[in-house]
């Protein structure tokens, strides 16, 4: 009963420090991304959403804020009509899109991703 009792233990205070530190990474995320709205770096997400909804209709399913090659981008995960997935890079300043790709619906024959779309 002993020798299992140690590893329990020691397995339970890895799982809490690694959710700590999720929970930690987390924060400090939501801190930088709250930082660039309020320095002017990134649009508020609702407006970014509002403008990508007119060309990209679909449900909001996941929103991240990366930083990527100096920028700030929101990567969109939309569910479609049809239940096609397109995931969506956007540039969190203009709101323009950077890239898509798209996932047909589950049992569709079309294509398992489409083009990616790249402005400046």
Same mark, same amino acid.
């Given at each position: 009963?002993?020798?299992?009792?140690?590893?329990?233990?020691?397995?339970?205070?890895?799982?809490?420090?690694?959710?700590?530190?999720?929970?930690? #990474?987390?924060?400090?995320?939501?801190?930088?991304?709250?930082?660039?709205?309020?320095?002017?770096?990134?649009?508020?997400?609702?407006?970014?959403?509002?403008?990508?909804?007119?060309?990209?209709?679909?449900?909001?399913?996941?929103?991240?804020?990366?930083?990527?090659?100096?920028?700030?981008?929101?990567?969109?995960?939309?569910?479609?009509?049809?239940?096609?997935?397109?995931?969506? #890079?956007?540039?969190?300043?203009?709101?323009?899109?950077?890239?898509?790709?798209?996932?047909?619906?589950?049992?569709?024959?079309?294509?398992?991703?489409?083009?990616?779309?790249?402005?400046?």
């Amino acid at each position: 009963m002993k020798a299992l009792f140690l590893p329990c233990v020691v397995a339970l205070c890895l799982g809490a420090c690694t959710a700590l530190s999720v929970q930690a #990474d987390d924060q400090r995320d939501h801190d930088r991304a709250r930082a660039a709205l309020k320095a002017g770096e990134v649009l508020p997400l609702q407006e970014v959403l509002d403008k990508v909804q007119r060309s990209h209709p679909g449900e909001v399913l996941e929103v991240e804020l990366e930083r990527e090659d100096g920028r700030w981008v929101y990567e969109l995960k939309l569910l479609q009509s049809g239940g096609r997935l397109l995931r969506l #890079d956007v540039d969190a300043k203009t709101a323009s899109v950077l890239r898509s790709r798209q996932r047909p619906a589950p049992g569709s024959k079309a294509p398992s991703a489409s083009a990616p779309e790249r402005r400046p």
